[in-house]
T-cell receptor, first 117, second 116 residues
Framework: AQTVTQSQPEMSVQEAETVTLSCTYD???????LFWYKQPPSRQMILVIR??????QNATENRFSVNFQKAAKSFSLKISDSQLGDAAMYFC??????????????FGKGTHLIIQP | GAVVSQHPSWVICKSGTSVKIECRSL??????MFWYRQFPKKSLMLMAT?????????EQGVEKDKFLINHASLTLSTLTVTSAHPEDSSFYIC????????????FGDGTRLSIL
């Protein structure tokens, strides 16, 4: 079974600073997807960024980037120029790739990100 | 972007009643829908996967007779919590996906269920 581990229950960062959220996973599969989701107090799940395991290049989306280390099974999220609106729970998630979209996500326990003004 | 509508957003009901939650994909055909459960300050746990026109696949430990899932069309899946009890109180979130592996799942806004 696949597992996703987020070792930081809570992180705090000053506004405009950079913060990195950690995520490791365990899988025997070679093809899979990794995601970071943001869940603000509204509890809506918002996709922040995703990474295909077969791609060596790290994904980036504006201020958000990942450091994907496939051999180490590590998938950290870096948020640059932190903004107050970034405050939320962040979940790392894994999904196996089986040639279709018919697989559920396995989530980590989440990291509560606090942005200090 | 793709939109998934979940209804109701909040429901309170008495113990012993059944509650139905709807999940609709508004602008794409969702061949697969997923149901997750989230306890307060906890992560999302996959409950079941439903494919249009076939029986749902439940994760280990999820009671099939307690959580009835129907996916009768490409735009609608329902989760019915039967004979609900206080321990069923939780936040339930659906997501929808197409068969294309490189497409992300699109989440509904969730349903907060409170059983008195």
């Amino acid at each position: 079974a696949q597992t996703v581990t987020q070792s930081q229950p809570e992180m705090s960062v000053q506004e405009a600073e950079t913060v990195t959220l950690s995520c490791t996973y365990d899988t025997s599969e070679s093809d899979y997807y990794l995601f970071w989701y943001k869940q603000p107090p509204s509890r809506q799940m918002i996709l922040v960024i995703r990474q295909e395991a077969y791609k060596q290049q790290n994904a980036t989306e504006n201020r958000f980037s990942v450091n994907f280390q496939k051999a180490a099974k590590s998938f950290s999220l870096k948020i640059s120029d932190s903004q107050l609106g970034d405050a939320a729970m962040y979940f790392c998630a894994y999904r196996i790739y089986q040639g279709g979209g018919a697989d559920g996500l396995t989530f980590g326990k989440g990291t509560h990100l606090i942005i200090q003004p | 972007g793709a939109v998934v509508s979940q209804h109701p957003s909040w429901v309170i009901c008495k113990s012993g009643t059944s509650v139905k939650i709807e999940c609709r994909s508004l602008d794409f055909q969702a061949t697969t829908m997923f149901w997750y459960r989230q306890f307060p300050k906890k992560s999302l746990m996959l409950m079941a996967t439903s494919n249009e026109g076939s029986k749902a696949t439940y994760e280990q430990g999820v009671e099939k007779d307690k959580f009835l899932i129907n996916h009768a069309s490409l735009t609608l899946s329902t989760l019915t919590v039967t004979s609900a009890h206080p321990e069923d109180s939780s936040f339930y979130i659906c997501s929808a996906s197409t068969r294309r592996a490189n497409q992300p799942q699109h989440f509904g806004d969730g349903t907060r269920l409170s059983i008195l």
